[in-house]
């Protein structure tokens, strides 16, 4: 019996401190979110609280020290977040491109695959019909201005009119395409893909209404991981196109 109330005891003494710098950190970036700072300020506050931490464990405050170094996390929890959220290079290639679709020649690295989007079925509310189309995240390595190339960065996904089957994941390639930013949402409540495309750090949507407009520069590794996994869903991909009824590949 004294062994079992040891036990229960000790159950009941039992805490989870991650779980607590975990709601910190989160903490953090919602404050970061609605009231952002600047980074500076963030990383100065979490320098202080961890100086002051460990003041703290030095003159064996224990329940203090816990406290600021909850603290701390909360700041880094917010600098983490805004530097995630507001900072960019200055050649991010969300600053070249406007909400209006714009023509422009870029180069990229594709970062995966095309992924095969076949066509929708037709509808009396779609006017113009739908082909199949391709699309891939890729990586903007420069930007025509004028007539020559100018370094460019940043994340964009690339939409294909048709299919891409000449591309693979780490090819470099030049695109002529329709650039644009996402818009916020026009209506209240409506979902706010901007924010979303954000959240992702991609700024730039291409479209290339052919393949013929997406031209290979020069094919990625063969040793790289991601290309043997890009390889592996191309084939994959294939052979759903090779079975699937069009009427069903939407599925």
Do not use: K
């Not at 690295?109 to 095309?114: D, E, G, K």
């Not at 040793?223 to 994959?236: E, F, K, V, Y």
């Amino acid at each position: 019996m004294p062994r079992r109330m040891d036990q229960i005891q000790s159950a009941e003494r039992t805490y989870y401190p991650l779980a607590l710098v975990l709601l910190a950190v989160s903490a953090g970036i919602v404050c970061d979110r609605y009231w952002p700072i600047t980074l500076l300020a963030w990383l100065v506050a979490a320098t202080l609280l961890l100086l002051g931490w460990l003041a703290c464990r030095r003159l064996q405050c224990d329940q203090i020290a816990s406290c600021v170094l909850l603290a701390a996390a909360f700041a880094l929890g917010a600098a983490l977040h805004h530097r995630y959220w507001h900072i960019y290079r200055a050649d991010e290639i969300g600053r070249f491109v406007q909400e209006m679709s714009q023509p422009c020649c870029v180069e990229v690295i594709a970062v995966q695959s095309p992924r095969w989007v076949p066509a929708p079925p037709p509808t009396a509310l779609r006017t113009i019909p739908q082909g199949d189309e391709s699309e891939l995240l890729v990586w903007v390595t420069g930007i025509r201005s004028g007539q020559r190339m100018v370094q460019a960065s940043g994340w964009a996904n690339l939409q294909v009119g048709g299919l891409l089957d000449h591309v693979r994941a780490g090819d470099w390639l030049r695109v002529m395409a329709q650039a644009s930013r996402s818009a916020p949402p026009l209506n209240p409540g409506e979902f706010d893909f901007a924010a979303h495309q954000r959240a992702q750090r991609v700024h730039c949507r291409l479209f290339a209404e052919f393949p013929q407009a997406v031209q290979r520069l020069s094919r990625g590794s063969r040793l790289s991981p991601r290309r043997w996994l890009a390889d592996i869903r191309s084939g994959g991909l294939a052979v759903l196109r090779r079975y699937i009824a069009p009427e069903r590949a939407t599925l």
